[in-house]
């Protein structure tokens, strides 16, 4: 570990020193450095430090995993290990938030099976933790769980393995803080938490063998397996899809080799030990009001660096397998997910120079921190060069000849890592066949990095608008994702698109008037202006994606030859869509809860037994005072129909 750190260094500090001092002779090309251009080098060598560092990460990743040959070696090997050990129980926890009730409870159910077919189910329990604020999915979510309980107990009668639903009314630290209240209630009862997103997937054996890992060591607090996106037909999905299947292996066992125990967490799809987590890993409250003080909005970062502070080991189980997620379908959908995680990402700044953490998890802080910061340090070294240039052709001088030599460097540095993916692709030659062979990975790369580079420009500005709306101090809302196909219209798309189409005009003004010979170097960048609505509807296109993958273009393993756990999740989707349309079913509204008394009955015990009842306000009483005297429920305010359906008691004195 401490050789793969000092090569990783010592690369990113090669490399950066090497373009430094190139650039160095393109700004000396005229013998004087003016201070603009001094402004100039130090974006550059930011910029040029960030891109080194994830080339120093690739080429170790790829020394790895050619050294280990392939890594799919040792996921055949891990269902032969011994069995986890009996005494300890594993919670997985799915916490959702106004999200699509039959693909979550679908994939639930998935998983359960999955994990029932290994023989060794009963050493988990499910629970499907809910932040709903929409009453009509609150209510939705319980009659999916009473009906999965009841399916399940038909099935696997002699099952110890349960299946949990707990619904707060008050969401407060969003998903940190549904955990955690998770934990401080029944935390006690398990050894081990698998965390989920409402969008996971995670094979049986996978749970077993992330069981099995901790088991093997007491030091480890969090073992983090990288998820996989799959099951997206959108032509940005499918870009995402082939990224992680092609490139990503390269990076996560690099990152792996390099953070040894000290790596990080990413909020889902990883198994945390229970007592140090509630020990040691409560969230601190940043100084200051949000966006950039208060709650912690990426919440895994932190936690994943109290629990290496607390020295316990925090891994990435790089050889491991069988760990999915879904991608946003369209570039809205993308940018907003960017939105939220830029602001979390951001308060991490304020934990750089907090004391006890451990250096790597300061990097880890500061990684954040560029990923979002980098696009407004770009688009400033952007301006800095045309000030310059603008200067230079002022005075009559000649742009320096050395631009060129800087360029291909540049091009190296961001290329060499693909190549070096596409290599170990071709050491695995099943996984290749399944991607459609050599030649349709070779135009899948082709393809991805042309749309990328097209891309860029694109959410650079994304980027540098929601840095520059934090730094102003507005904060991101909390709503839910949109996580299905549902496509861009072109009305939808200029207006997306309507900043980007402004830069575009008045950057190609001025490249116009000021320095028309740079117009060729600007080229890519004003070609993802211009075209960024034509973009934003391609992009989001299922049609588009669907055909390319018929053509073999942007093929995964994944496509060619679906997971288990993805065709059981499809299986049992399909089964209740066909149930719903054979026996439909009168939506779950307030109304038709408060009428009916069972329901009121199993809507208060539910409440009662998770100890989620929350006291409704002098307000909310009055209106069931007269709910129960005269009856009418219309017109009822849906804020004061979510307190009563908080408060078990009330709900029970409307019954009798």
Not at 536 to 544: F, H, P
Request: glycine fraction near 6%.
């Amino acid at each position: 570990m401490r050789a793969e750190r000092v090569f990783v260094f010592a690369v990113t500090l090669t490399v950066s020193v090497a373009a430094l001092m190139m650039y160095q002779c393109v700004l000396r090309a005229d013998s004087l450095v003016s201070p603009m251009e001094w402004v100039s080098a130090v974006l550059f060598a930011i910029l040029a430090v960030w891109l080194s560092f994830s080339l120093a990460i690739a080429i170790l990743g790829f020394v790895s995993l050619f050294r280990d040959r392939i890594t799919i070696q040792k996921q055949e090997r891990l269902p032969n290990i011994a069995p986890p050990d009996p005494n300890k129980r594993t919670s997985v926890l799915v916490p959702i938030y106004n999200e699509s009730t039959s693909d979550v409870f679908a994939g639930v159910e998935a998983m359960y099976r999955s994990l029932a077919a290994t023989g060794m189910s009963d050493r988990f329990d499910f629970f499907v933790l809910s932040d709903s604020r929409e009453i009509s999915i609150w209510l939705a979510e319980e009659a999916a769980w009473k009906k999965l309980v009841a399916r399940l107990r038909r099935e696997f009668p002699e099952s110890r393995c349960g299946v949990h639903y707990r619904h707060r009314s008050n969401n407060v630290a969003r998903k940190a803080g549904n955990i955690s209240e998770f934990c401080r209630k029944w935390g006690s009862h398990y050894d081990y938490m698998i965390v989920l997103d409402a969008d996971s997937l995670v094979e049986g054996e996978t749970m077993l063998a992330m069981v099995r890992r901790m088991d093997r060591d007491d030091r480890l607090g969090i073992y983090q397996v990288p998820p996989v996106p799959i099951g997206r037909d959108s032509l940005l999905a499918r870009i995402q899809q082939f990224s992680s299947d092609v490139y990503g292996p390269i990076f996560t066992a690099g990152f792996s080799r390099f953070s040894g125990p000290d790596a990080n967490y990413f909020g889902h799809n990883a198994i945390l030990r229970m007592a140090p987590f509630i020990k040691h890993c409560e969230l601190p409250r940043l100084p200051g009001e949000a966006p950039l003080g208060g709650e912690i909005l990426s919440h895994d970062f932190v936690e994943a660096a109290l629990m290496s502070r607390a020295g316990y080991k925090v891994e990435i189980a790089d050889s491991l397998g069988g760990s999915y997620e879904e991608c946003p379908t369209t570039l809205g959908d993308f940018a907003k997910r960017d939105q939220r995680w830029c602001q979390g990402n951001l308060q991490h700044a304020f934990l750089l120079i907090s004391e006890g953490f451990r250096p790597l998890s300061r990097l880890h802080f500061l990684t954040g921190v560029l990923s979002y910061c980098a696009s407004p340090i770009w688009i400033l070294f952007l301006a800095t060069t045309l000030v310059i240039a603008f200067g230079t052709e002022a005075i009559g001088q000649p742009w320096p000849d050395y631009g060129l030599a800087l360029f291909v460097a540049t091009m190296v540095v961001l290329a060499t890592p693909k190549l070096l993916a596409l290599a170990i692709c071709c050491l695995d030659r099943p996984a290749m066949r399944q991607r459609g062979g050599f030649f349709a990975v070779l135009t899948g790369a082709v393809t991805e990095t042309l749309i990328s580079i097209l891309m860029s420009p694109i959410m650079a500005l994304h980027h540098t608008r929601f840095v520059g709306s934090n730094l102003a101090g507005f904060s991101v809302s909390w709503d839910a994702q949109q996580r299905g196909e549902h496509g861009i219209t072109w009305r939808q798309a200029f207006a997306e698109s309507r900043p980007a189409l402004w830069v575009a005009a008045g950057l190609t003004l001025l490249l116009s008037i000021g320095a028309p010979h740079l117009l060729p170097w600007f080229a890519p960048i004003l070609l993802g202006l211009w075209f960024a609505p034509a973009l934003t509807v391609l992009m989001g296109s299922a049609a588009v994606g669907r055909r390319l993958r018929r053509w073999n273009v942007l093929r995964t393993q994944f496509e060619t030859s679906p997971p288990a756990i993805q065709r059981l999740r499809d299986e049992i989707f399909d089964r209740m869509n066909h149930d719903s349309a054979v026996q439909p079913e009168t939506a779950l509204t307030f109304e038709s809860v408060i009428r009916s008394h069972d329901w009121i009955d199993f809507h208060a015990g539910l409440l009662q037994s998770t100890e989620t009842s929350s006291p409704a306000d002098d307000q909310a009483r009055r209106i069931a005072n007269s709910i129960r005297l005269i009856g009418p429920i219309e017109d009822i305010p849906p804020t004061i129909q979510f307190q009563l359906l908080s408060d078990h008691e009330l709900l029970l004195s409307i019954r009798n």
